[in-house]
């Protein structure tokens, strides 16, 4: 799918149809900002459409950038950012922190909340944390592309440290529940605001069971974070899916999981549980490469799959928020406008947060144009992120990637 990159209008009117109801809708913005929603003329719809912008739960990183490192660490690299997920259809984010040593997550998380907080289109397009780690397993398979020897049990004033640092921003937490003290931890943190997501996992019934009591009530990346042969009779996936109660995260690049399985978890989880998520990292809407997660290099090829570099396990994605609506459509076979929800109001509604088409609202809007089931481009990108910047959407090359091998069923 290629991106019709058009320079932003920072104020202007038009005619789209709701992503849902198809109902027509005039609309007018200014500054960036919706003003106005009332209905519209079914003629002047011109077969466009509108929809709140992409809300991702987890980016590690984007568009050559990798947060785990500290060339991440200005305002100029996170405009980058910023600006291409946002030509790429998302318009919030949560900044994704992976496992490190604790003070030295913590630093980094300090530094990146200084920088964001002092800039409007910044704090706007991020408005909170997801901590992947490092109270998770160090199991082989579980770790993933995770330090192992950063991971660590948690503890109560961990969480603390954490609320000291972020106050009422938004943060998901991923966790291993079998690790010693996640239940106190788990209470701890949901008392401060934060919502508890399972993730780099291989917790019995039991302990997921004890920890959903606790208040843990997500998944972060079900059908990852765990070794690729498991056992038939008894592992994370079926325990999971057995009671599916939890808002569980996927990862729609048709690769992380095969489009078998993402069909049969959309079979068991119903639609308002399931989020969609890119796990994105630098290679995001950038070149074939070489790149890296904090301390570790990866290599992406031209088919776009990350890997790591001694077990050649995946380490994060390339995939873009667009891509991801177009690939998880076509693999439910369902028209885009049904999974819109997966990647935006379905995760602002996990963290608390508003994604709507109202006048004001901050999860901003997308104009679509609709070729065909789940063709489709989007047209000039408006968002309240830009605010009164007046600033011009960044150029970005054109890059075509294949389509992965998985999806070609
Ligand atoms: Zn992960």
């Known amino acids: 799918m290629r991106l019709n990159l058009q320079p932003i209008a920072a104020s202007g009117f038009t005619t789209a149809r709701h992503y849902r109801t198809g109902e027509p809708l005039h609309v007018r913005w200014e500054n960036h900002q919706l003003t106005l929603v009332t209905?519209?003329?079914?003629?002047?719809?011109?077969?466009?459409?509108?929809a709140p912008g992409l809300f991702d739960l987890q980016v590690n990183g984007y568009a050559g950038i990798d947060f785990q490192n500290d060339h991440a660490l200005s305002r100029e690299a996170l405009l980058h950012v910023v600006r291409t997920l946002r030509s790429d259809g998302c318009h919030r984010f949560l900044l994704t922190l992976i496992t490190t040593e604790w003070p030295s997550?913590?630093?980094r998380l300090r530094r990146f909340r200084e920088i964001i907080h002092a800039d409007p289109e910044l704090h706007a397009a991020i408005p909170?944390?997801?901590i992947e780690g490092p109270f998770i397993s160090a199991e082989p398979g579980y770790i993933g592309a995770h330090c192992p020897e950063c991971a660590r049990d948690a503890n109560p004033q961990d969480i603390r440290d954490l609320k000291n640092l972020v106050g009422n921003d938004p943060l998901l937490l991923t966790l291993a529940p079998e690790r010693s003290g996640s239940l106190d931890t788990i209470r701890e943190a949901v008392r401060n605001g934060f919502i508890v997501s399972f993730g780099h996992t291989n917790a019995t019934r039991d302990q997921l069971e004890a920890a959903h009591q606790a208040g843990a009530s997500?998944?972060?990346?079900?059908g990852n974070g765990c070794p690729q042969l498991l056992d038939r009779h008894d592992n994370l996936l079926w325990r999971v899916l057995d009671k599916p109660r939890l808002h569980t995260g996927i990862i729609a690049d048709g690769i992380h999981v095969s489009p078998q399985l993402f069909r049969i978890m959309h079979r068991l989880l119903p639609d308002p549980l399931v989020w969609?998520?890119?796990d994105a990292m630098a290679?995001?809407?950038a070149e074939p490469?070489?790149?890296t997660i904090g301390k570790t290099s990866v290599t992406v090829g031209t088919d776009g799959i990350v890997r790591h570099p001694t077990t050649g396990g995946f380490a994060g994605s390339s995939l873009t928020p667009i891509e991801a609506i177009r690939r998880g459509s076509q693999m439910l076979d369902r028209p885009w406008r049904e999974c819109w929800d997966f990647l935006s109001t379905n995760p602002a509604k996990i963290m608390g947060l508003t994604s709507d088409l109202q006048p004001g609202f901050p999860s901003g809007f997308q104009l679509l144009r609709h070729a065909s089931v789940n063709e489709y481009t989007p047209v000039p990108?408006?968002?309240?992120?830009a605010s009164h910047l007046g600033m011009a959407r960044p150029s970005k090359r054109s890059v075509k990637k294949p389509q992965p091998a998985a999806l070609m069923e």
């Open 39 to 50: 209905p519209g003329y079914e003629e002047a719809c011109d077969d466009q459409w509108i």
């Open 105 to 107: 997550l913590l630093h």
């Open 128 to 130: 909170g944390w997801h």
């Open 218 to 222: 997500a998944f972060t990346h079900l």
């Open 276 to 278: 969609w998520t890119t």
């Open 283 to 285: 290679a995001a809407s």
């Open 289 to 291: 490469g070489t790149y």
């Open 381 to 385: 990108c408006v968002s309240p992120i």
